[in-house]
């Protein structure tokens, strides 16, 4: 079966190893140890048939944003990529708006928000113009999901912009609400959303699993292992062992994200 990695992360070689540590320790999760390479990524995927990846890059800080995207833009050449870019609420109005066009324009599929790490909230007002010019650009949105350490990505956040916002093309990350796995679907399975199934069957019954999927609908959902956090072997044994239907597995394994990889790369110019 077909498998495409649509949640993966990977970085500049020089903060690679360091990078997975510092994440890993925030979530208090066990570091792999893993340079969180492209290489790496591309081998790690490699073993277990998975050569495909959508890359989730995030600016932890305003001035980071055209770096972080420039690294990202690097990375199209390899046919193995695709990637989104990234942005930074405090950056403002102006800054945020020629960054959308620039990481529209350079190839980039849409724009990364992850934040609890990035420490504004979904419905943060800076976003609102930004928000709305790219539902008008046709522009998605990825955001991270959930409640850890704030609140500042529940599910419930998400789901005031997509009221506010029923244009904008978005994926909530993990199932709509990473350790508030039952709060996504409730927030947000009748709302024009997609999600991941990244960082959850590590945490989750695989009947629940199934039934959350279910919530959303398989044909709303997608496979990704978070790298560096959690190895395409390991994440792609426990998919195939959640009690899906064929027709699911094959949907949320591939078919789902190559028609949105297929529109989203359209309006990218790529």
Not at 36 to 51: Q, S
Not at 162 to 169: A, E, I, V
Request: aromatic share 12%; charged share 25%; hydrophobic share 40%.
């Amino acid at each position: 079966m077909k498998i495409i990695d649509f949640h993966a992360h990977v970085y500049p070689e020089k903060i690679a190893l360091r990078a997975t540590r510092n994440v890993s320790k925030y979530y208090g999760l066990e570091s792999s140890e893993i340079a969180a390479t492209p290489a790496e990524l591309i081998r790690e995927g490699a073993e277990v048939g998975i050569n495909e990846f959508l890359l989730l890059p995030v600016a932890m800080k305003p001035g980071q944003a055209r770096e972080v995207n420039d690294f990202a833009i690097s990375l199209l050449k390899d046919p193995h990529f695709h990637s989104f870019g990234s942005v930074h609420a405090a950056m403002g109005e102006d800054a945020l708006i020629e960054e959308a066009d620039y990481i529209r324009a350079n190839g980039l599929l849409g724009i990364k928000i992850h934040p609890e790490t990035q420490c504004f909230a979904i419905d943060d007002e800076r976003l609102f113009p930004l928000y709305d010019y790219c539902q008008e650009k046709e522009i998605p949105f990825y955001f991270h999901c959930g409640q850890y350490t704030n609140n500042y990505s529940h599910p419930e956040r998400l789901r005031y912009i997509l009221k506010l916002f029923p244009r904008l093309d978005v994926v909530g990350a993990h199932l709509g609400g990473w350790n508030v796995f039952e709060e996504g679907p409730e927030f947000l399975k009748d709302l024009n959303c997609y999600t991941d199934i990244s960082s959850c069957m590590e945490f989750v019954d695989k009947d629940d699993m199934v039934g959350y999927i279910r919530m959303f609908g398989a044909e709303r959902c997608m496979f990704g292992c978070d790298f560096p956090f959690f190895l395409p072997k390991e994440v792609k044994e426990l998919f195939m062992k959640l009690p899906l239907t064929d027709r699911e597995r094959e949907l949320i394994a591939h078919e789902n994200a190559e028609i949105l990889l297929e529109k989203w790369s359209k309006k990218a110019g790529k």
